[in-house]
Nanobody, 120 residues
């Protein structure tokens, strides 16, 4: 059974940066897209960014595209999310996800989430 474990969340001031990591264990994710969703209190879960196994197909939400960068290291079964110029509205639990194919359409695996809090 594949397990996803996020790390790197925390408290940061507006304008600061954080780098999230999600490590997969218990199996291989060959052919799987990996990426991130986030959920703020009282709001629906929203897509943040995804990257295909090859790294060629990258998608990101409009609200983060200019500030967040997703990457992956298949040798380490890990996906990263570099978040720059953070804003208070980026505060949320960030969840790692994996889905077969090039996009996070039907997510097969979810992580537990890591809290990101941006203070103004």
């Amino acid at each position: 059974q594949v397990r996803l474990a996020e790390s790197g969340g925390g408290l940061v001031q507006a304008g600061g940066s954080l780098r999230l990591a999600c490590a997969a264990s218990g199996g291989t994710l060959n052919g799987y897209a990996m990426g991130w969703f986030r959920q703020a209190p009282g709001k629906e879960r929203e897509f943040v960014a995804s990257i295909s196994w090859s790294g060629i197909s990258i998608m990101s939400a409009d609200v983060v595209r200019a500030r967040f960068t997703i990457s992956r290291d298949n040798a380490k079964n890990t996906v990263y999310l570099q978040m720059n110029s953070l804003k208070p509205e980026d505060t949320a639990v960030y969840l790692c996800a994996a889905a077969l194919g090039n996009r996070l359409g039907a997510v097969q695996y979810w992580g537990q989430g890591t809290q990101v809090t941006v203070s103004s």
